[in-house]
């Protein structure tokens, strides 16, 4: 067999691995956040088990610690830095921005952010998700407040925005049975932007 | 047969290259059907502070906590920015150049140097958009950079035609195709395993979400309702046929039940959820790497059967043992 059959057979075996171990970290995630069916049992011994490819994707590495950035580089360009757990352990709830647009004339109207087409639609629902579940006030905030300047653009006589980032509740399946056909949006948190001006309040823990 | 032949025989099957074939039209195909719904979006997505609906700045900032050295559309705006030209420009090249690699992909014309492009500006555009990608990017990637390695250009591309006097090892054909396989059993076990932990897969609740809540409600709600009863059903057949996936997508009896299963499965994703891209991308993945090697082949059999599949193609080197 030629030997550069032998080099590429050792990068396979290597790159297997860095995909097998981010998909375990990925699992033991889950495991150790509570959010499958295993609930409570056994989370610290998940927790334990995570150590182990947590610390070889240089998870506890520092900030310029050059292993951390090699992983980090390679699994990135080969786009296996995630793991493939999509609407996995549960499809999650919906979440949802509605900005409140006030003009000098006393006038209110609703927007919510807007991009053209439906793959786009997609990637700003993405986007919206991944705001709502941050469990980091200041960047949710900066976030929302670039979405917010965005909308402002798009209405430049606004003279103040107010964000409503909350939940969607969709009836179930017995419940639409039932009859019931409206969705219901419970709001987590309200932004006050003025030009120049932020003010962040939380509605729910 | 001893371990190390075993090995070899696994990993350096012989294999024509109509894999690669599907592999580079149908990214190709993914690549235009990718940038051409964006490109009315394309510089608002990506665009910086100024004009972009969030900032790609921001997420390159944060992308770099993670290694300066992962590619991303700030590094064409800096050096567009060297030559005077601004952002704007550089994100519309960015578009054109991804666009016309697609192109170049479908026809077979410079494969590699497509390929290359393609798996650089994509990945760009998916870094730089931060939390704006979402899991179709991802599958693209790991596509176009298997792609990108593969031994082009193969023997249906114009590339080819240019200069037919080009061979293929099979073996490295074999080796390449092997990859991709391997790489989809792992993206299905572990789809399936994490899927199976969540109790909404086992009472229909969460293909009920899937299907009911914004943007996925493709299809009326009230259809939805009426196959309710069916829905928990599926939620566990969907667990099973992934995780499955990665052990009887090899045996020739079950290949071609199997592959048809997770081909139907992400049709039905397509249609009724919306998420053409992504419906897209696995089907091209999966037709790739166990789809029929040859006009008329139901399916790859060189596992199950122990010989190789070389097909109507000259092999520039054999096995030792023939």
């Not at chain 1, 860095?18 to 049992?41: F, K, N, P, S, Y």
């Not at chain 1, 039932?178 to 932020?198: H, I, K, N, Q």
């Not at chain 2, 992909?105 to 931060?130: D, E, N, Y």
Request: hydrophobic content about 45%; glycine content about 8%; overall charge positive.
């Amino acid at each position: 067999m030629p030997r550069r059959y032998y080099f590429l057979l050792a990068w396979v075996v290597l790159h297997f691995a860095l995909v097998g171990l981010v998909c375990l970290h990925e699992t033991l995630w889950l495991l150790e956040q509570r959010l499958t069916v295993a609930g409570d049992t056994f989370a610290p011994g998940w927790r334990a088990l995570d150590k182990l490819p947590d610390a070889i994707l240089g998870g506890d590495a520092g900030a310029r610690n050059l292993w951390r950035e090699a992983i980090a580089t390679y699994s990135n360009a080969t786009g296996i830095e995630v793991g493939y757990g999509y609407f996995a352990p549960n499809v999650p709830t919906t979440h949802a921005l509605v900005f409140e647009c006030h003009y000098p004339d006393d006038r209110v109207d609703y927007q919510t952010p807007a991009v053209g087409g439906v793959e786009a639609q997609l990637r700003l629902t993405s986007l919206i998700e991944q705001i709502a579940r941050s469990n980091s006030g200041s960047w949710r905030e900066e976030l929302i407040k670039r979405l917010a300047r965005s909308t402002w653009q798009q209405h430049p006589d606004a003279t103040a925005i107010r964000a409503f980032l909350g939940s969607v509740t969709s009836p179930t399946a017995a419940q639409y049975r039932a009859g019931r056909r409206e969705r219901t949006f419970d709001c987590l948190y309200v932004y006050d932007f003025r030009r120049g001006a932020s003010k962040a309040r939380q509605l729910a823990p | 047969m001893k371990v190390r032949e075993r090995v070899r025989e696994f990993f350096l099957p012989a294999e024509s290259d109509s894999w690669l074939t599907w592999l580079r039209v149908g990214l190709g195909l993914v690549i235009v059907l990718y940038t051409w719904p964006l490109r009315s979006d394309w510089s608002y997505l990506f665009g910086g502070s100024d004009k972009g609906l969030v900032s790609r700045q921001l997420f390159e900032v944060l992308l770099s906590t993670q290694s300066p050295l992962i590619p991303r559309l700030g590094w064409l705006v800096f050096l567009c920015r060297q030559v005077g030209g601004s952002e704007g420009f550089a994100l519309s090249l960015a578009w054109s150049l991804l666009f016309a690699a697609g192109l170049l992909l479908l026809a077979g014309l410079f494969s590699r140097p497509a390929a290359i492009v393609a798996w650089l500006l994509q990945l760009s555009s998916a870094k730089s958009g931060g939390l704006l990608s979402y899991g179709a990017d991802n599958l693209i990637t790991i596509g176009l950079f298997y792609l990108m390695i593969a031994p082009l250009p193969d023997r249906r591309s114009l590339d080819r035609w240019r200069r037919p006097a080009r061979g293929i090892d099979p073996r490295m054909s074999g080796l390449h195709r092997r990859v991709l396989q391997i790489h989809l059993c792992f993206i299905y076990f572990f789809g399936g395993l994490t899927k199976s932990l969540g109790a909404g897969w086992w009472d229909g609740s969460n293909l009920w979400r899937a299907l009911t809540e914004p943007p996925f409600n493709v299809l009326p709600t009230n259809w939805v309702a009426a196959g309710s009863a069916l829905l928990p059903s599926l939620g566990i057949l969907v667990c099973l046929i992934e995780i499955s996936y990665a052990f009887l997508i090899w045996p020739k009896w079950s290949r071609r039940t199997v592959l048809f299963g997770i081909c139907a499965m992400h049709i039905a994703i397509g249609l009724m959820m919306g998420m053409y891209l992504f419906a897209l991308i696995m089907l091209v993945l999966n037709l790739a790497a166990f789809g029929p090697a040859e006009p008329g082949q139901k399916a790859i059999g060189s596992v199950a059967t122990g010989r190789p599949e070389v097909g109507a193609f000259r092999p520039v080197c054999s096995r030792a043992s023939d």
